[in-house]
């Protein structure tokens, strides 16, 4: 590929919550210093500027636009919800040019009926779904199901319980996510298929990086073939500790060709920039696109790291590759940067 460029001075924003047990807080401040570090040996200028509150903006005041690529590594202010779109909104009113998806895309990423909308109109195959407002599942009778927060990401919402068999179970499902999440409930059909993590990257040129698969081969429950948000953070628990991570995917070249397709599509069609994560889940020959995630997490041990090393990307460099492309919407670096983008 094109030599990227090591030298763009960076801001590493990421938000800490006070709430966070001290090994969370250690763990983020471990993570964020690791990239940092990666990124500073390259040849980047990097300011690590934690947000601790609700006052982004005073917080980003001092700094001129002029003279950083902000890298977004936010999921929200602390102590607001759902408000990682507006952690964008908040950069794009103030002028500076940040890494990944704009506000629009962060906000359509929280409205999950939506996002199916748009996959459907784009006949982009997702599961059979619907929404649902009260406890009543009228004529819905597509079981096994999964039941899910409309309105959440990072798996919030999910459990082993979310998979229901029968009528009775989904109507006390979508009862327990009105009352607990205080939102409507999206009812899916449920593949009980392989799963692939699926990491793009690119604007006018996108490319898939290696298909990772989460392997649930040694759970033989079907409401255990779940990615949840305790199978994603919570070390040493069942889940963690019984579901692989196959990097890369075993895929034969056709069946790999259709995934990329599906995904690029699904990434352009969603709005994503610079990088994402489109998840899928693959039954009798067809790939159902599950989740779309225009800000995944970037930490050492994730899926898209993997996949970028296995394409020869060290940690930094998969940082500075995302940098140089933010760094062409940026009205000083852009004329700076002759960086083509490469599939690679």
């Not at 040996?41 to 700094?63: A, F, K, N, Q």
């Not at 408000?83 to 103030?94: F, G, I, L, W």
């Not at 963690?240 to 990434?267: G, S, W």
């Not at 700076?336 to 490469?342: I, L, N, P, Q, R």
């Amino acid at each position: 590929m094109n030599t990227l460029r090591h030298n763009l001075p960076v801001l590493m924003l990421h938000n800490i919550n006070p709430e966070w047990t001290s090994e969370e807080l250690l763990e983020t401040e471990q993570d964020v210093a690791t990239l940092s570090t990666a990124l500073n040996e390259l040849g980047h200028p990097v300011e690590i500027v934690p947000i601790e509150g609700e006052c982004l903006m005073d917080r980003l005041s001092i700094y001129n636009p002029n003279d950083y690529i902000v890298f977004n590594w936010c999921e929200e202010i602390p102590g607001v919800r759902h408000s990682e779109p507006r952690v964008a909104a908040v950069m794009e009113e103030m002028g500076f040019v940040f890494t990944g998806s704009p506000y629009d895309v962060l906000k359509l990423a929280h409205d999950k009926p939506k996002i199916k909308q748009i996959l459907d109109a784009a006949n982009i195959p997702t599961p059979y779904w619907n929404v649902f407002k009260t406890p009543e599942s009228g004529q819905w009778n597509i079981f096994p199901s999964i039941v899910k927060p409309a309105h959440e990401h990072c798996s919030i919402g999910i459990s082993p319980e979310s998979i229901v068999t029968c009528p009775a179970e989904l109507s006390n499902r979508i009862e327990f996510i009105l009352e607990t999440h205080k939102q409507p409930a999206l009812v899916e059909e449920f593949i009980n298929g392989r799963e692939f993590l699926n990491a793009v990257w690119g604007n006018q040129n996108i490319s898939m990086l290696p298909p990772v698969e989460m392997d649930y081969g040694s759970l033989t429950d079907i409401r255990d073939r779940l990615f949840t948000y305790e199978a994603k953070y919570v070390a040493g628990s069942r889940l963690y500790e019984n579901i692989d991570m196959r990097v890369p995917a075993e895929l034969d070249a056709q069946a790999k060709f259709e995934l990329e397709q599906i995904v690029i599509a699904t990434y352009k069609a969603t709005g994503c920039r610079d990088y994402g994560r489109i998840d899928v889940r693959y039954y009798n020959g067809v790939f159902y696109v599950i989740d779309v995630n225009p800000n995944p997490d970037i930490n050492p041990q994730t899926s898209m790291t993997c996949a970028a090393a296995e394409m020869g990307y060290s940690y930094g460099k998969m940082g500075s590759r995302i940098i140089n492309l933010a760094a062409e919407r940026h009205p000083i670096f852009s004329k700076k940067v002759s960086m083509k983008e490469s599939p690679y």
